[in-house]
């Protein structure tokens, strides 16, 4: 079974009914299962079933892990998340957005590199542009930031370019922007946020 975007639920609460029927059953996505995917929702559905009746026997559930969206761009940009980092979706389809604003605020004035997953879609054309303007009050104009669009797939765009410009990129829903800490630096056609070594070793 595949389902397009805003079916999640209904295509795991068929995988949960087949499972308690007896059925192997695979719930594939992309990314990692268990960040922004479909893991979480399965266990909410095989929760709720598990409610209507306690004494039926919940199926077992094996997740296997991936590469998720953050590790690729990350790869593919160099080494951004080499210190703390924060992952925000701009997505307010099951999130408020006063709530996604209170936490990239919260993850911009300490300091971490920001991940933005679903930065923008075709009716939230603003979100990455509010996100952009609420980061700018804490970290300058000029802090790297990493654009990977479709990361490891025939279609992988990449840029580097900065706070300032970051908008004059495309940016869609299949993209994965990381902006940079305060120590955060390209080199060549690489960005690197460094962990603190040259404080403490000669390098």
């Known amino acids: 079974m595949s389902s397009g975007m805003r ?31 479909m893991a979480g929702l399965v266990f909410e559905i095989l929760q709720k079933s598990g409610d209507k ?3 039926e026997k919940l199926p077992d559930v094996e997740i296997i892990p991936g590469i998720p969206a953050l590790s690729a761009c990350a790869a593919r940009l160099g080494a951004p998340l080499m210190h703390d980092f924060a992952a925000v979706s701009l997505s307010d389809l099951l999130t408020p957005w006063e709530l996604i604003e209170k ?20 009716g939230r054309q603003e979100h ?4 952009r303007d609420i980061i700018l009050k804490h970290r300058g104009p000029h802090t790297p930031v990493g654009i990977v669009k479709a990361a490891t797939r025939e279609q992988e765009t990449v840029a580097i370019t900065d706070l300032k410009h970051m ?13 940079g800490n305060s120590h ?13 070594y040259s404080k403490k070793y000669t390098i």
């Open 7 to 37: 079916q999640e639920v209904d295509r795991c609460a068929k995988a949960v009914e087949l499972a308690h029927m007896g059925k192997t059953v695979a719930v594939i996505c992309s990314g990692d299962p268990g960040i922004y995917a």
């Open 53 to 55: 009746n306690n004494k």
């Open 103 to 122: 936490r990239l605020e919260a993850a911009a004035s300490a300091d971490f590199v920001i991940v933005i997953y679903n930065p923008k879609s075709k």
């Open 128 to 131: 990455i542009k509010n996100a």
């Open 167 to 179: 908008l004059d990129n495309d940016i869609d829903m299949q993209s994965t922007v990381i902006i």
């Open 184 to 196: 955060t630096f390209t080199w060549k056609d690489w960005i690197i946020t460094p962990r603190g």
